[in-house]
């Protein structure tokens, strides 16, 4: 009897054993413990974060409850961006949203031939959540990309990626730069974006279709004002592949300027701290991952000559009219991994602009607690073969001649190069039957608004601008009297154009417009009608172009840097340039349009030129 009464008791205890193996093995993970105290500590949304977590806790499924743990204990510091407020997850998110973004996860990875060859915690990375960065939030995206976007492609992941990706018809438009991200539904509904929004639904169509793709990012050009993105799919050993955008702006390599860092935006990341320091936004989240390494760009260590306050981290940013935009970070003076501005894969195709310095201006920055920014050293060029501190000699001065803003790139180039060989013609007669050249555009004319003295034998009434087949392009086109006074005319064009209303920007006296027909085998011509034969002694005309040239009648400042942006005086502009005196040598060095504009860059000046970085 009391054999069995032992039995009995070692047979409970080894079923209790048991049960709490079980348990464990069912609930206990890497982000239980994470998850719940987010469950505890948000508490706006209990309710429907315990909601979800229970579901998968309670229905014996490891790896879904795992899932469901890692979304939750990553989801503080995620929000949606819509208009300038931030609306976090942690309030809003519904358990029955999340349940269904998570089913369809596993349903993808049960059915993607790619998947078997990637582990869990890529799964858990690079498909399985429910958003890709900050944009409004749709639950149904995985399932509804498999609508529009496909490839039938089973064995080579990066064919069936690059197949897709040709898939997403984005037309990338300036006017929506600056916008907030769309949602999925916006996206598909205007087919117009930036460069966020087509990298954000190309990453979804990609994770709908079963491929571990990234949103990777440039923060900030080392060499224009704004930054960019793009999508890398990752393979299973953690390498990328980065794609290509397959739009009619960006079809140059993935990267196509100066590159200081590029970032992965991740799900997952480290609970941000509550430091005593400030962090601008990019660094305070702590979900990004910095890939600079990983991608063809030259990139070395950086160490800083640290010379002023410091509050926590040291950062080195980047030149932006708005402010210094912090691209790196480090809790000492070396930072790694800093980009130089240089490709592995460039070419005489790949040259971005003329007059481009060799390297990339940083400044060390760091910030005050209310966020206010204090440079902590001299700006300073990293390239390749050396980095070098930029000091203004405030005792040895110069004069400086400055012609442009901002420096010209072989895209605005490229639009003058379209006016080269077009003829200017003055007749009597409207069908232009006594035609006589007046002017020929033998060369690539300048990229901004020029005038052009002619020779008349005799009055003419109706002038035009004629390129003979190929494109036709041109900004601007008027005609002036000896003392440069703009005379009266009546716009004309050729018969082909006559019902085109975009013609009339060609006549609006302003730069930025532009008329321009696509590969023409016809003779296009626009023109003018003076109503009465008139001696005109200046044509005046621009192709397509930036407007950042000096321009006679704007005002204009030019700074120079020590320790602060400087002042060296308000000018009008006279000409297409402009001189200042005592300028500081060796300085670096922004001229501001006052009047108009804001692509800006600054400079230094060597030899009589413009040095841009």
Not at 41 to 65: A, C, M, Q, V, W
Not at 82 to 91: F, R
Not at 318 to 339: D, H, L, T
Request: net charge negative; glycine share 4%; hydrophobic share 35%.
């Amino acid at each position: 009897y009391k054999n069995q009464i032992i039995c009995f008791k070692m047979k409970n205890i080894l079923i209790s054993i048991i049960a709490v193996f079980m348990t464990l093995g069912c609930s206990s993970n890497e982000y239980e413990e994470a998850a719940w105290n987010v469950v505890k500590e948000f508490n706006n949304n209990t309710t429907e974060l315990t909601s979800f977590l229970e579901y998968y806790k309670t229905n014996g499924d490891r790896e879904k409850y795992e899932a469901a743990c890692f979304i939750i204990a990553n989801m503080p510091g995620k929000y949606s961006l819509i208009g300038e407020n931030q609306i976090c997850d942690l309030n809003v998110v519904k358990s029955d949203s999340l349940i269904y973004s998570l089913e369809t996860s596993f349903d993808i990875r049960n059915s993607s031939p790619f998947l078997k060859q990637y582990s869990f915690s890529q799964f858990l990375e690079y498909i399985l959540p429910y958003r890709i960065f900050n944009e409004p939030l749709e639950y149904y995206w995985k399932s509804d990309c498999l609508r529009h976007f496909h490839s039938d492609e089973k064995s080579d992941i990066i064919k069936a990626a690059k197949e897709i990706n040709s898939q997403v018809k984005i037309k990338l438009s300036i006017e929506n730069y600056g916008d907030d991200i769309q949602s999925y539904s916006e996206i598909m509904s205007s087919k117009y974006g930036k460069c966020d929004d087509r990298t954000s639904l190309l990453v979804m169509a990609l994770r709908a279709n079963g491929i571990p793709a990234a949103y990777e990012f440039v923060p900030c050009w080392g060499s224009s004002n704004n930054g960019h993105s793009f999508v890398s799919i990752v393979l299973p050993d953690d390498s990328i592949c980065p794609l290509q955008n397959q739009d009619e702006i960006s079809s140059e390599n993935y990267v196509h300027r100066k590159t200081p860092k590029i970032y992965r935006h991740m799900y997952s990341g480290k609970r941000p701290l509550k430091e005593k320091y400030f962090s601008p936004d990019m660094f305070c989240h702590n979900d990004i991952m910095d890939v600079t390494c990983m991608h063809n760009i030259g990139k070395r260590e950086v160490k800083a000559n640290i010379i002023g306050h410091n509050n926590g981290y040291n950062y080195l940013s980047v030149f932006s009219p708005s402010g210094w935009i912090p691209v790196a970070r480090a809790k000492s003076e070396k930072f790694e991994n800093i980009g130089t501005g240089t490709l592995t894969f460039a070419n005489e195709n790949s040259i971005e602009a003329i007059g481009l310095g060799d390297g990339i201006l940083y400044l060390p920055i760091s910030y005050l607690n209310d966020g206010s920014v204090i440079p902590v050293g001299n700006p300073m060029i990293v390239s390749d073969c050396f980095v070098c501190e930029i000091e203004p000699d405030t005792t040895n001065k110069e004069s400086v001649i400055l012609t442009r803003k901002y420096p010209l790139s072989l895209r605005i180039v490229d639009f003058a190069r379209l006016m080269r060989f077009g003829t200017f013609e003055a007749a009597n007669e409207k069908d232009f039957s006594d035609a006589v050249e007046i002017y020929k555009i033998k060369e690539i004319p300048e990229s901004r608004l020029q005038t052009i003295e002619v020779k008349l034998d005799k009055p003419y009434r109706y002038v035009r601008y004629k390129r003979p087949k190929g494109t036709f392009s041109i900004a601007e086109l008027r005609l002036l009297d000896a003392d440069k006074n703009k005379l009266p005319y009546v716009p004309m064009e050729c018969a082909i154009l006559m019902a085109d209303k975009d013609i009339i920007k060609v006549f609006d006296n302003d730069p930025l417009t532009y008329y321009e027909l696509k590969a023409s085998n016809l003779d296009i011509w626009v023109g003018m009608d003076l109503k009465r034969a008139t001696d005109f002694t200046f044509i005046e005309f621009a192709p397509r172009n930036d407007d950042n040239s000096v321009y006679p009648g704007d005002m204009y400042e030019l700074f120079y840097w020590n320790h602060k942006w400087i002042s060296l005086g308000i000018q009008k502009a006279k000409d297409f340039n402009i001189k200042y005196d005592n300028v500081p040598k060796n300085a670096l060095l922004w001229l501001r349009n006052l009047t108009r504009g804001h692509e800006e860059r600054p400079f230094t000046y060597d030899g009589g030129n413009q040095v841009w970085w």
